[in-house]
T-cell receptor, first 116, second 114 residues
Framework: DTEVTQTPKHLVMGMTNKKSLKCEQHMGHRAMYWYKQKAKKPPELMFVYSYEKLSINESVPSRFSPECPNSSLLNLHLHALQPEDSALYLC???????????????FGNGTRLTVT | AQSVTQPDIHITVSEGASLELRCNYSYGATPYLFWYVQSPGQGLQLLLKYFSGDTLVQGIKGFEAEFKRSQSSFNLRKPSVHWSDAAEYFCAVRNNFGNEKLTFGTGTRLTIIP
């Protein structure tokens, strides 16, 4: 069982919809991440939150909007997506993104997103 | 910038045979190195990590990896594979200063034949 929980597992949305992906961890980690993974490709970093503040945005289009309400929760708000945004979206957490650089990332099982 | 190369896109191994998956990194100093495994439709699970000390590291599920600075490599090994080891394997590198970015290799898909 993964210690990072993502909901929903699957999501189908139209290009005019607004939806949100949710991620939760209770390991006391202070860094949380969103990754996007296309089929047969490695995960690509989208955002990093460190101590609830956005520390890295990998030039992600504004139709993806992250939010970190507290140290245990991470959301990804989706609006006006394109079919090419269909992918597996992975959330991860680590103890501390800077001070414990050897701290591994713990991944959730992802949300399979399909944009129609 | 750091980078990771996994030269083998797909490897097929017989059950019970030994396994070695290759990983080469590009980074100026000693990086933090990780191996992750991903089963179909699942997230990534950490197999092992290296950041200093003994260059041979043991991980879960009987895997080990050896850090070789002279070859800039961090190859993953297992003496005897099981059918359940069939999955995608990712090598990843993280620098030891600066930003928090974890960079993944392109992955190696492992197929196990009876």
């Amino acid at each position: 069982d993964t210690e990072v929980t993502q909901t929903p597992k699957h999501l189908v949305m139209g290009m005019t919809n607004k939806k949100s992906l949710k991620c939760e961890q209770h390991m006391g980690h202070r860094a949380m991440y969103w990754y996007k993974q296309k089929a047969k490709k490695p995960p690509e970093l989208m955002f990093v939150y460190s101590y609830e503040k956005l520390s890295i945005n990998e030039s992600v289009p504004s139709r993806f909007s992250p939010e970190c309400p507290n140290s245990s929760l991470l959301n990804l708000h989706l609006h006006a997506l394109q079919p090419e945004d269909s992918a597996l979206y992975l959330c991860a957490s680590s103890q501390d993104s800077r001070a414990s650089r050897n701290s591994p990332l713990h991944f959730g099982n992802g949300t399979r997103l399909t944009v129609t | 910038a750091q980078s990771v190369t996994q030269p083998d896109i797909h490897i097929t191994v017989s059950e019970g045979a030994s396994l070695e998956l290759r990983c080469n990194y590009s980074y100026g100093a000693t990086p933090y190195l990780f191996w992750y495994v991903q089963s179909p439709g699942q997230g990534l699970q950490l197999l092992l990590k290296y950041f200093s000390g003994d260059t041979l590291v043991q991980g879960i599920k009987g895997f080990e990896a050896e850090f070789k600075r002279s070859q800039s490599s961090f190859n993953l090994r297992k003496p005897s594979v099981h059918w359940s080891d069939a999955a995608e394997y990712f090598c990843a590198v993280r620098n030891n200063f600066g930003n928090e970015k974890l960079t993944f290799g392109t992955g190696t898909r492992l197929t196990i034949i009876p």
